[in-house]
């Protein structure tokens, strides 16, 4: 079963009254240092594909496959790898810079041609997809092992199989393999593994350069009013996936903790609420720190986009 989760509210004129007028449900999961959960509201097995959210990983897994090439690049071009981005000039800067070690144009880039929101008049391109700095790194890291362009995303394929490897590694064995908008492989998963993954990627050795870069560039890595950009300027690693998926990790008292959170009807505005709201009530970040735009009425906001009591609630409990 769902939760309630968040509530977009509208205001009654004569009384000031705050109405709900819609809702989102979902599963949300906190884990702690041993990957164990220490809440939930739904069922924290519930099955999910991860969607971007699992970038991190495959940037990691790719940083591998390059051996020491990895070290050449820059903390930026890790960073573009993880991210969902909005095609602003600084990204598509960044993509490009990543796309010229492999030798290629972005018309090279394995992922389908789009606009990006942050120029909605623009030709579409590939390097303005929300995963070209991912399929950048595809690029550099499969000429490394030996993967054609035509293979890139294939999952039984040398960059790929590794790719998947690594996440097995950090979520457990997939209970699917489907295709992901961008074409590269996706995964799917109990959500709590997701929470778990994103405990320890705030904290262990082998996840250090990922998470300096995300943690070092948090434009880079969503871009203008973002959740996830606010979230990681607070140093909360932090990513949404498609479909209302959203992960973060943080470093608490005790060690790496990590949320995982799945809306019901794959709305991201209720998974960036519901994640902001659990951070802010449990006092890892600050109140303020994301707010989701206000529903309107003759270009006024008349009301809110909020966390229920249960995920205020439930950040009031976390140590």
């Keep these: 079963m769902s939760a309630g989760l968040v509530e977009v509210t509208r205001q009654d004129q004569r009384t000031g009254r705050a109405v709900v007028e819609s809702s989102h449900a979902g599963w949300f999961v906190v884990t702690g240092p041993d990957g164990e959960v220490v809440a939930a ?77 942050a120029d909605p008049s623009a030709e579409a391109e590939r390097r303005r997809h929300n ?48 295709r992901d908008g961008c074409g590269a492989p996706a995964v799917a998963v109990p959500l709590e593994h997701l929470a778990a993954a994103y405990g320890r990627l705030a904290t262990e050795e082998r996840s250090t350069r990922v998470r300096e870069a995300m943690l070092a560039h948090p434009l880079l890595v969503g871009g203008e009013e973002r959740a996830e950009t606010a979230l990681l300027a607070s140093g909360v690693l932090a990513k949404p996936g498609a479909e209302g998926v959203m992960a973060a990790g943080w470093v608490g008292r005790a060690g790496g903790y990590g949320l995982a959170i799945k809306v019901a009807d794959g709305a991201s505005r209720g998974a960036a609420t519901a994640a902001v709201g659990l951070l802010e009530s ?24 909020r966390v229920t009591d249960a995920v205020r609630g439930l950040g009031e409990l976390l140590p």
């Design 41 to 117: 509201l739904g069922d924290p097995g519930h099955v999910t594909f991860l969607r971007s959210t699992v970038k991190p990983f495959q940037a990691a897994a790719c940083l591998e496959a390059l051996g020491e090439v990895a070290r050449e690049l820059t903390t930026e071009e890790i960073a573009i790898a993880c991210a969902s981005h909005r095609a602003e000039p600084r990204h598509l800067e960044v993509v490009d810079r990543l796309l010229g070690r492999s030798g290629l144009r972005g018309e090279q880039l394995t992922c389908p041609p789009d606009v990006g929101p």
């Design 131 to 178: 995963c070209s700095g991912k399929h950048a790194l595809f690029a550099l890291a499969g000429a490394a092992v030996g993967t054609s362009r035509e293979d890139l995303l294939d999952p039984s394929a040398p960059l790929q199989t590794r790719v998947l490897d690594r996440l097995e590694q950090e979520l457990g064995p997939p209970m699917v393999v489907a």
């Design 282 to 305: 449990a006092g890892i970040v600050p109140p303020g720190t994301w707010v989701s735009p206000p529903p309107t009425g003759g270009e006024m906001p008349v009301g809110e986009v």
